[in-house]
């Protein structure tokens, strides 16, 4: 009784003689929907929703006594369906004949069995009609179990030409290392994806395909399903823009022209191309020309009622095939009689003349569509900038070189003029000196002869007469003293410029023995100058440093070494703290005759600093002078490079 209670099957009891429930279990009326209560000892509720199925569960069971297994859809108390199988069998207790009935929930069998029904269906359309390439094989040996119908466009093999061979009787691998490789790598991953190899077509050539694989189970045995995809088209698509990003990009110049027609006849399987530039008198010499597939010399060719005039007056490609009227013309080098198809372009100046042409030929005109005109067009855009540039190359060149030419030409006036300057200052400066000792020769022969009759004026004014002669004296060796400094060639050596700067200090202090003044020079500071130069810088900046420095209690004067601009050319430096001046005034510090101080205040000619900065800019340096009233100056200087 515990067995038929506890039964996960729904069973049940009924009496064949009342017709009345007897019993039934717990699952009995969870199937039915009905509680037990409501079912024992009433007539059973209608349970069969198709009432054939019902009559023929009685008759096979008032025949043969008992049901076995019969597939039946059951109709629940809310009115459901659901799929059963049915079991019953009468047996006699006592006086009385009883059914024992047994019923079992299929549904979700049946839905299983339809899904894998309805996935078995798909799985066959997909297989059959995919546009891949698709094939199942056993994985041990590799036989071909089921092909579909796309490997013919793949591999070029129908599907009965496969079934039941394996790869290697078909000879399909062109490297048996290859396909150990990929059978390796499947065994060891269970899927490959995206391998990407070469196989044997049906003509015996070679395709290049990818292919996808999983490994699945199939009736116990494990099998590959792989798919394999034709990509040839992709890869020649792939060299063709592999073709045209070398050909518009790589060299310039001459070397340019010839290198992308190679890549343009190559790309779209030209015969012949032709780029040139427009010369005059109707002709354009040519700037690479291939013909037959070979790289030719280049050449002079007339434009003068060929094929290639009508592209001049054409925005954008031309193309020209047989049957045309412009193809009976010629279109030299290349027999127009044997060219099929000729396409072509103008190159364009930036004001819209052509400067040149690209044109290409074809013995067979390719069937390239909408991408040959694009394909040209890109060729020739890439071409026509080069020839702009080659074009603006060559302008820039014959500018350059009249302007070198003219740069010459004026350098070498300047130089003259520089000469002829330089030759009158000596000369001017020289034959000035004669009329003044003349001067001072008279004007001491008159204080002698007059001694004892010159009145105090009158000796003044001999005094003024004297000093003036002395100024103009020291104006003219000044001046003689500039126009030395930019005569003669520079001996450039290693200069120790410590020792320099200690002979001009020992000058200074010969001249001026009672000056109590501190100097600061740093041993070893070498330079590459003109020595007897050299010499002449430190004695205007130390001189004047020493000269603007005299009114100090404590007078400082320093040279050493400063940071230049140009940091692999030493610089240095000249400081005092005397006099100073305002930097708003430091412009006019080299200018000849210019001085910043009153006569009165401090004495000199204004031509040191000027002298200075001639043998500097001599030497290819620089010099700038800094400073603050009453509280110095400082001049830094470099002597350029030995190159300069």
């Known amino acids: 009784?515990?067995?038929?209670?506890?039964?996960?099957?729904?069973?049940?009891?009924q009496s064949m003689d009342s017709r009345l429930l007897v019993d039934a279990n717990e699952a009995y009326a969870r199937m039915s929907g009905f509680s037990r209560d409501e079912l024992v000892g009433q007539q059973p509720p209608q349970l069969w929703?198709?009432?054939?199925?019902?009559?023929?569960?009685?008759?096979?069971?008032?025949?043969?006594g008992r049901v076995s297994g019969m597939h039946a859809r059951g109709l629940r108390r809310d009115g459901s369906c659901f799929d059963s199988m049915v079991y019953a069998e009468l047996i006699q207790q006592g006086n009385e004949r009883l059914m024992i009935g047994m019923v079992l929930d299929m549904s979700a069998e049946e839905r299983s069995r339809k899904a894998l029904q309805q996935s078995e269906e798909r799985f066959s359309k997909a297989f059959s009609f995919s546009p891949l390439g698709m094939v199942?094989?056993?994985?041990?040996?590799?036989?071909?179990?089921?092909?579909?119908?796309?490997?013919?466009?793949?591999?070029?093999?129908?599907?009965?030409?496969l079934l039941g061979r394996t790869s290697q009787d078909m000879h399909i691998w062109l490297s048996e290392t290859d396909r150990l490789t990929y059978t390796r790598q499947l065994e060891r991953q269970g899927q490959v994806l995206g391998y990407a190899t070469r196989?044997?077509?049906?003509?015996?050539g070679a395709t290049d395909v990818q292919l996808w694989s999983q490994v699945i189970e199939l009736n116990g045995e494990a099998c590959e399903l792989a798919y394999t995809i034709n990509v040839s088209e992709e890869k020649r698509r792939e060299a063709l823009l592999m073709s045209?990003?070398?050909?518009?990009?790589?060299?310039?110049?001459?070397?340019?022209?010839?290198?992308?027609?190679?890549?343009?006849a190559d790309a779209i399987g030209a015969d012949g191309v032709v780029i040139g530039e427009i010369a005059a008198q109707d002709r354009i010499d040519t700037l690479a020309l291939i013909h037959e597939g070979d790289l030719q010399p280049n050449r002079s060719l007339?434009?003068?009622?060929?094929?290639?005039?009508?592209?001049?007056?054409?925005?954008?490609?031309?193309?020209?095939e047989t049957g045309s009227r412009h193809l009976q013309r010629p279109c030299p080098p290349f027999d127009h009689t044997l060219v099929e198809g000729l396409a072509g372009m103008a190159l364009r100046d930036a004001d819209g003349s052509p400067v040149g042409l690209l044109a290409v030929v074809w013995r067979q005109m390719p069937d390239m569509g909408d991408k040959l005109q694009?394909?040209?067009?890109?060729?020739?855009?890439?071409?026509?900038?080069?020839?702009?540039?080659?074009?603006?190359?060559?302008?820039?060149s014959q500018l350059q070189a009249t302007l070198e030419q003219r740069v010459a030409r004026r350098t070498e006036q300047l130089q003259y003029l520089n000469r002829e300057l330089e030759t009158?200052?000596?000369?001017?400066?020289?034959?000035?000196?004669?009329?003044?000792?003349?001067i001072d020769g008279f004007l001491h022969l008159l204080r002698e002869q007059l001694a004892d009759r010159l009145t105090p004026q009158d000796e003044d004014l001999v005094q003024r007469v004297g000093s003036a002669v002395a100024r103009m004296n020291s104006l003219i060796n000044d001046l003689l003293a500039l126009a030395r400094v930019s005569q003669g060639q520079l001996q450039r050596m290693d200069v120790n410029l410590s020792e320099l700067a200690e002979d001009v200090i020992r000058q200074e202090r010969h001249r001026d023995p009672t000056r109590e003044i501190e100097v600061v020079i740093p041993p070893g500071l070498m330079a590459n100058c003109d020595s007897r130069l050299a010499h002449i810088v430190l004695e205007n900046l130390i001189g004047n440093a020493w000269k603007y420095s005299r009114h100090q209690p404590v007078a400082r004067i320093e040279l050493g070494r400063c940071m230049h601009a140009q940091r692999s050319l030493p610089g240095f430096f000249v400081r005092d703290n005397g006099a100073g001046f305002e930097m708003s005034r430091a412009d006019r510090l080299f200018k000849p005759f210019t001085r910043l101080h009153s006569p009165s205040e401090f004495e000199g000619s204004g031509i040191g600093l000027a002298t200075v900065r001639r043998i500097i800019e001599r030497h290819g340096g620089q010099i700038r002078g800094e400073g603050k009233t009453g509280e110095g100056a400082m001049f830094c200087f470099s002597f350029g490079s030995d190159a300069s």
């Open 199 to 204: 196989l044997r077509n049906r003509q015996g």
């Open 49 to 64: 929703a198709d009432p054939a199925e019902a009559r023929a569960f009685r008759a096979m069971l008032k025949s043969q």
């Open 424 to 438: 009158f200052s000596y000369s001017v400066s020289h034959d000035l000196k004669s009329p003044l000792r003349s």
């Open 1 to 13: 009784m515990a067995l038929f209670r506890n039964n996960p099957a729904a069973c049940m009891v």
């Open 136 to 161: 199942i094989c056993r994985l041990h040996d590799g036989l071909y179990l089921e092909v579909n119908q796309a490997n013919e466009r793949v591999l070029g093999y129908r599907p009965d030409e």
């Open 244 to 264: 045209v990003a070398e050909g518009v990009s790589a060299q310039t110049g001459a070397a340019y022209f010839l290198s992308l027609a190679q890549h343009l």
């Open 374 to 396: 694009a394909l040209l067009t890109i060729f020739a855009s890439r071409c026509n900038a080069e020839l702009l540039r080659l074009r603006r190359d060559r302008e820039i």
């Open 302 to 320: 007339t434009l003068q009622n060929t094929t290639y005039a009508p592209m001049l007056l054409q925005e954008g490609p031309l193309f020209i």
